[in-house]
């Protein structure tokens, strides 16, 4: 693999023939954009052991747990600082009858979760169990609704037992264990609609969305965001429907983007790959930001003013499942690898937050690209936890931005990717965070931060990196990726020059 720039100049540099990446921090710049902190928003599906045995153990169980919650997730999903969840789907929304998951646990109907393994829903976990969850990590809940199989009095009807503090409704939540009303910000008007939500042309969703916005109703304050069910990756005609058909009728537009090799045969070990598929998957990971380019210049044809959001609510890597688990709970290990591509997006988000305002890994535990694996009492904090927690500085600061002359190269599939990658921000107390990911496999590089004005003094720093790229942690085994103190810097008036290892994520806190 050679460098894009060594392929333009006709020269057969290799990797360790790299210059220094001079990379420049306008900490001074004024009037940035916030970094909304929804973009490090989760994502809970009723999807194999996501939720039980994932988040819900029951009040009855030998694990540690409060009122149900695992209690070791809980405490990691609040150092995590998660800032809003997605639930309950995902392709299970749209079979998903609210009715079912409310009343007493012995008295709620199961069901078959004929897309994911084809196993017994018992419903234990419902509305409540929910809401309590959200109110217990202190987040926005974010309702996916039933458009697929369901009815917009089914949906209404939810809206008004959430929020409303009168009615039957509100006495049937009453009688339930909730007197008071809770809060509901986001409603995801249908899920996928275009597949796995209906099978559905953007045209009939756009007039199906217009009755559904209408019927799901304010109560008592309570003020619904209504997200329609946007495009998958590439279909900007989807998108290109929706605004113009309903583009003053929502408040945001969903979009949904997986790395991934394909969505037939197979997709290849989430552990077990070579350094063409590190570069691969990661090429594939960044190009989320044309994507993302390509929504956003719809949507600005449409609403110069800004006043549709576009919210990423499902993203992160796709690979097989892990030998001897059920296919359809899609569990996958957790290695370097996705902990390289969640930096490398996170920092791309940053780029775009006039447009995205929040985006949802996909999922908080035990599916896909999993913040925390669970195995009976036992619980391992996966790579990508960890970038998330290194980055929850970034969340709600002030967008400030750098110029990099990092280099570019052609991955093996002959997609494009940058040598390196530089996000940066300050907080409300005052405090400048940059973080870089060097996605080179066996190099590491030496980067030069240059501020306008900032004469750094103290300095803290974090880095995340492992043995080898296919590392991951793994139970009843010391964490083989785990963040530890960085010290590898030299400070020059206004600049500060770092050495950052080969396939690794650096934080800095000046």
Not at 157 to 174: D, F, H, N, P, S
Not at 296 to 304: C, E, G, L, S
């Given at each position: 693999m050679k460098r894009l720039v060594s392929l333009i100049l006709g020269t057969s540099f290799c990797l360790a023939a790299m210059a220094q990446v001079q990379v420049n921090v306008h900490e001074t710049a004024e009037n940035q954009p916030v970094i909304h902190k929804e973009i490090y928003g989760q994502f809970a599906e009723h999807l194999g052991r996501c939720i039980y045995d994932g988040i819900w153990v029951g009040p009855e169980s030998d694990i540690p747990n409060?009122?149900?919650?695992?209690?070791?997730?809980?405490?990691?999903?609040?150092?995590?600082?998660?800032?809003v969840l997605r639930w309950p789907?995902?392709?299970?929304?749209?079979?998903?009858?609210?009715?079912?998951?409310?009343?007493?646990?012995?008295?709620?109907?199961?069901?078959?979760?004929?897309?994911?393994?084809?196993?017994v829903e018992d419903n234990s976990f419902g509305t409540h169990e929910f809401f309590n969850l959200c109110e217990l990590l202190e987040c926005e809940p974010y309702l996916s609704g039933n458009v697929g199989s369901g009815t917009v009095e089914e949906l209404a009807?939810?809206?008004?037992?959430?929020?409303?503090?009168?009615?039957?409704?509100?006495?049937?939540?009453?009688k339930n264990g909730r007197k008071e009303p809770w809060r509901l910000k986001y409603l995801g008007v249908g899920n996928e609609s275009w597949g796995c939500g209906g099978d559905m042309y953007p045209e009939y969703y756009s007039d199906l969305y217009r009755r559904y916005a209408?019927?799901?109703?304010?109560?008592?304050?309570?003020?619904?965001?209504?997200?329609?069910?946007?495009?998958?990756?590439?279909?900007?005609?989807?998108?290109?429907?929706?605004?113009d058909k309903i583009g003053d009728k929502m408040n945001g537009v969903s979009l949904h983007y997986y790395t991934?090799?394909?969505?037939?045969?197979?997709?290849?070990?989430?552990?077990?790959?070579?350094?063409?598929?590190?570069?691969d998957m990661i090429a594939k990971s960044v190009e989320v930001e044309e994507v993302i380019k390509n929504?956003?210049?719809?949507?600005?044809?449409?609403?110069?003013?800004?006043?549709?959001?576009?919210?990423?609510?499902?993203?992160?890597?796709?690979?097989?499942?892990?030998?001897?688990?059920?296919?359809?709970?899609?569990?996958?290990?957790?290695?370097?690898?996705?902990?390289?591509?969640?930096?490398?997006?996170?920092?791309?988000?940053?780029?775009?937050?006039?447009?995205?305002?929040?985006?949802?890994?996909?999922?908080?535990?035990?599916?896909?690209?999993?913040?925390?694996?669970t195995k009976g009492s036992e619980i391992v904090l996966t790579p990508t936890y960890h970038v998330f927690r290194m980055y929850n500085v970034h969340q709600d600061a002030a967008f400030?931005?750098?110029?990099?002359?990092?280099?570019?190269?052609?991955?093996?599939?002959?997609?494009?990717?940058?040598?390196?990658?530089?996000?940066?921000?300050?907080?409300?107390?005052?405090?400048?965070?940059?973080?870089?990911?060097?996605p080179l496999h066996n190099e590491a590089q030496t980067i030069t931060l240059?501020?306008?004005?900032?004469?750094?003094?103290?300095?803290?720093?974090?880095?995340?990196?492992?043995?080898?790229?296919?590392?991951?942690?793994?139970?009843?085994?010391?964490?083989?990726?785990?963040?530890?103190?960085?010290?590898?810097?030299?400070?020059?008036?206004?600049?500060?020059?770092l050495t950052v290892p080969a396939a690794s994520v650096v934080c800095l806190e000046f």
């Open positions: 409060i009122n149900g919650y695992r209690k070791d997730l809980i405490e990691a999903l609040q150092t995590l600082k998660v800032p789907g995902g392709c299970f929304a749209d079979e998903y009858h609210w009715m079912d998951g409310i009343g007493p646990k012995e008295n709620r109907p199961m069901m078959i979760n004929n897309n994911w393994g084809g196993t009807k939810w809206v008004e037992y959430i929020t409303a503090e009168g009615g039957t409704l509100a006495e049937l939540r009453a209408i019927y799901c109703r304010n109560y008592d304050g309570n003020v619904l965001y209504k997200v329609a069910s946007g495009a998958s990756d590439y279909d900007y005609n989807w998108t290109k429907v929706l605004m991934v090799t394909g969505w037939t045969g197979s997709k290849g070990s989430a552990t077990q790959f070579d350094v063409d598929s590190w570069y929504h956003k210049a719809i949507m600005n044809a449409y609403d110069p003013e800004g006043k549709v959001d576009l919210l990423l609510d499902e993203w992160g890597t796709w690979f097989d499942v892990e030998p001897g688990t059920n296919p359809g709970h899609l569990y996958q290990q957790n290695t370097m690898r996705d902990a390289m591509i969640a930096a490398m997006s996170l920092n791309i988000f940053h780029r775009h937050t006039d447009r995205l305002t929040m985006a949802n890994i996909a999922q908080i535990v035990n599916v896909l690209q999993a913040m925390i694996l400030v931005p750098t110029e990099s002359n990092a280099a570019t190269m052609v991955a093996p599939s002959g997609r494009i990717m940058p040598e390196a990658s530089v996000t940066a921000s300050r907080d409300a107390a005052g405090k400048l965070h940059v973080s870089i990911a060097n240059n501020f306008d004005e900032l004469k750094p003094k103290n300095i803290t720093g974090e880095v995340l990196a492992a043995p080898t790229i296919q590392s991951y942690n793994d139970f009843g085994k010391e964490p083989a990726v785990a963040p530890k103190p960085f010290t590898a810097f030299k400070k020059n008036g206004k600049s500060v020059t």
